[in-house]
């Protein structure tokens, strides 16, 4: 402390309390800004304390023009640096480190940084951009750059952030609370985009282990678990046709059909005996993908999940950074490139999201500031036996805030077309998968949880206003009703449901050897009992080709070419019937092992025609469906269907009409025996010549070839309440799909 900044009185006099300089030697002080930084010393002049444990000697500078206006004097506590100076002024830091200077902005020298109205909105649990509010903000203070750190850790007696710019120390940047938000902030000037940091808090039982930032924007690589200071998003958008177009594209009477997929082991690089090497990051991806997409026809790709998370082997349903795209596949700015590239291509991209649990490593969420901050206290509500994860407490209006800004950030910022909701079912049921005692009832001593389905009323209602056209898709297995009726009517407000009972009866009609299918009849035929209760979507996905349940091909009875035809035949029908379309990658084109996260697809199949012959038979269907009004029109109302025949079960024929809302139709004729069937008759409501449009028999799928050689002219024969009548060649395990001319 120089003489010339000096204004008298001893050092002894400048120093703080002992209890004070005692609890920030510990690190235990809870309001750092008391006693460090400037403070006026009511004549004009300023006192100035700064606590850098390690440093050597602390100059003190002007900030403009950095002048010297003197030293602050090492205390007798190590890393205590006191001065006092006749004016008061902005200035700098010049910290010797040792081995390196640092010049710098003090950051106790800045005042409270979040405004009063995003603290009320986020413990009101409705901030809609918390992404841009809370965790690294780049940003400017008083003209100063740097990183303004906020979290949220109500019951810590302190919070520091640190990383690698302060050592790791937490005595060097303990943060200040705003109360009563209980949000922890500090601004640290000049740190740059790219710098690793976690929180250091104290709870009420000693220093926890270190936290990832809840709101990080960007991550280290797994298995590595700080936070990364992101740079704001920089993508350049060229997808606003796209956007102006998409509430049409995702409306209930245009075609939907997804195609599932797990970034990582769609198609890795591999080496010379075909081990996987690494996996692609997002723009190769988009550079292989897009043409595969467009090639099959889909019109969406929904991904599994992409936020960041630490164990693989969860496939991403274990997320902890809910606002950060995983590492393993680039920066953010690669997954905006790659949402932009699929949507200049014409193709939507569907994210699947985890608002029901998240997992109990220490690095996260669990026990965040030393409670139950995040997850309910109790086990009975905040435990997932099924999955070893921890349970969101969506009552607590902080972390029913905090998920509602994590969808609003996909849909918004990353321009995600929808979000599917993974696992409804077991948070709108506080017993799913307890028994008797292990769970707690609501308020009212029911089953039903009250917050959860607040929570996804709430989330609902509010995409719908801030991302109009944007989808959100519920996993849902059970009866609840009105999963997809409006908020305003009672129901959840999603546009659409899994449709999980037809995946489940279909594929255990499909299962049966033919000679049983007889006693399954009305599995396939049950579904339509229903269709038009929700708005469905037909989903064979990820979980239905794994863990020993076999790959779709291999689920189908039979010798090689039945379990081809079966397979052929079973999309025909998914893809004819009513509700939209998902399938998961490699069910395509008929992979017979069961999916493996931590391998690629066997695209070596394509070199053997039946595979390339379902390739292209889902390529051919996804055409007819786009282009066919009739097949996804009128999915979600009665008279887009009619049956013609349901009750052939001594056959196994099914033959059902769809129709347009101009009132065209369609003839589809199932026959799933390997029985050929010639002139089957069937009535239709035209007269004329109808058109095969799909036989899943044909020779170009790898069929038999047997059918109607495309074209069959109708009787004047009544059948089937109709006037006239087609006397159709059904091929074996096999679908027609037949429009008048």
């Not at 995409?463 to 997809?484: F, K, R």
């Not at 092992?593 to 394509?606: A, K, P």
């Given at each position: 402390m120089s003489s010339s900044g000096q204004a008298g009185g001893g050092k002894d006099a400048l120093l703080p309390e002992i209890a004070d300089i005692q609890a920030l030697v510990r690190a235990e002080h809870p309001d750092p800004f008391s006693v460090l930084g400037p403070h006026a010393d009511g004549k004009g002049g300023q006192l100035i304390r700064a606590f850098l444990p390690g440093a050597v000697s602390v100059q003190v500078l002007v900030r403009e023009g950095q002048a010297l206006l003197g030293s602050l004097e090492q205390a007798q506590t190590p890393g205590l640096f006191v001065g006092h100076f006749a004016q008061a002024q902005a200035y700098l830091l010049q910290v010797d480190w040792?081995?390196?200077q640092q010049i710098s902005e003090d950051p106790y020298s800045f005042g409270p940084l979040l405004g009063e109205m995003d603290l009320y909105l986020f413990a009101e649990g409705n901030h809609r951009d918390l992404s841009h509010c809370l965790g690294a903000q780049l940003t400017h203070v008083d003209g100063v750059p740097g990183v303004r750190f906020a979290v949220w850790a109500p019951n810590a007696r302190r919070?520091?952030?640190?990383?690698?710019?302060?050592?790791?120390?937490?005595?060097?940047?303990p943060m200040r609370l705003r109360h009563p938000s209980g949000v922890?902030?500090?601004f640290v000037p000049r740190l740059l985009a790219g710098e690793a940091y976690k929180y250091e808090i104290l709870g009420a039982q000693g220093i926890l282990p270190l936290k990832a930032d809840p709101m990080a924007?960007?991550?280290?690589?797994?298995?590595?678990?700080?936070s990364i200071v992101a740079a704001p998003l920089n993508i350049d958008w060229q997808d606003a046709d796209w956007m102006h177009a998409r509430a049409q594209h995702q409306r209930t009477d245009a075609a939907l059909s997804i195609y599932e997929l797990h970034v990582g082991s769609w198609q890795c690089e591999v080496d010379d005996v075909g081990d996987v090497s690494r996996q692609y990051n997002w723009r190769e991806l988009?550079?292989?993908?897009?043409?595969?997409v467009q090639q099959l026809g889909f019109t969406h790709i929904e991904l599994m999940p992409i936020m960041e998370h630490p164990f693989g082997g969860s496939w991403g349903y274990q997320p902890l950074s809910q606002f950060a795209p995983s590492a393993r596949y680039g920066s953010p700015e690669d997954f905006g490139a790659f949402v932009n590239a699929c949507h200049v291509a014409g193709i939507g991209v569907i994210l699947d999201w985890v608002p029901a649990h998240f997992p109990n490593d220490t690095h996260g969420l669990a026990q965040f500031d030393g409670t139950a901050l995040y997850e309910y206290a109790d086990p009975r509500e905040g435990f997932h036996q099924d999955w070893n994860t921890l349970i969101y407490n969506l009552g607590r209006t902080e972390v029913h805030g905090f998920m509602l800004a994590s969808a609003l950030h996909w849909l918004k910022h990353y321009h995600v077309d929808g979000l599917r909701v993974d696992a409804v079912a077991s948070m709108l049921y506080r017993d799913y998968s307890r028994k008797a005692g292990e769970w707690v009832p609501n308020i009212h001593g029911g089953r039903e949880n009250l917050e959860a389905i607040d929570f996804l009323r709430h989330l609902n209602d509010v995409?719908?206003?801030?991302?109009?056209?944007?989808?959100?898709?519920?996993?849902?297995?059970?009866?609840?009703?009105?999963?997809?009726q409006g908020t305003e009517q009672g129901g959840?407000?999603?546009?659409?449901?899994?449709?999980?009972?037809w995946m489940h009866d279909s594929l255990h009609y499909i299962q049966q050897d033919p000679v049983y299918r007889a006693h399954h009849h009305n599995e396939l035929s049950f579904g339509l009992v229903y269709a038009w209760h929700e708005h469905f979507i037909l989903p064979i996905s990820h979980d239905e080709v794994v863990h020993g349940k076999h790959s779709l091909i291999d689920k189908m009875p039979g010798d090689r070419w039945q379990k081809f035809a079966n397979l052929r035949a079973y999309l025909s029908f998914m893809w004819a019937h009513p509700g939209k379309k998902l399938l998961f990658m490699g069910c395509e084109f008929g992979q017979w092992?069961?999916?493996?996260?931590?391998?690629?697809?066997?695209?070596?199949?394509?070199q053997y025609p039946e595979h390339r012959g379902v390739q292209k038979l889902v390529s051919d269907l996804n055409q007819l469906y786009r282009e066919e009004p009739a097949l996804h029109e009128q999915d979600d109302v009665p008279q887009g269907f009619q049956w013609l025949i349901g009750d052939d079960a001594t056959n196994s024929v099914y033959a059902w009409l769809r129709w347009s809302k101009a009132g065209k139709p369609v003839l589809v004729v199932a026959n799933f025996t390997p029985v050929p069937r010639e002139a089957y008759r069937v009535g239709v409501p035209e007269a004329g010549i109808w058109h095969e449009i799909i036989n899943s028999d044909a020779g170009v799928y790898s069929g038999s070839n047997y059918g109607n050689g495309g074209g069959v002219n109708t009787d004047p024969q009544p059948s089937h309440g109709q006037e006239v009548s087609l006397a159709l060649n059904l091929p074996p395990l096999g679908v027609l799909i037949l429009r008048a001319e």
């Open positions: 040792g081995d390196v919070v520091s952030v640190v990383g690698d710019f302060n050592g790791w120390d937490g005595r060097r940047h922890w902030e500090l924007l960007q991550t280290q690589l797994p298995p590595l678990t700080a988009a550079e292989r993908l897009i043409p595969y995409v719908a206003l801030e991302v109009p056209g944007a989808l959100v898709i519920a996993e849902e297995s059970t009866a609840w009703p009105g999963v997809t959840l407000g999603f546009s659409y449901k899994w449709n999980m009972g092992r069961e999916w493996n996260h931590d391998q690629q697809l066997d695209w070596y199949l394509l």
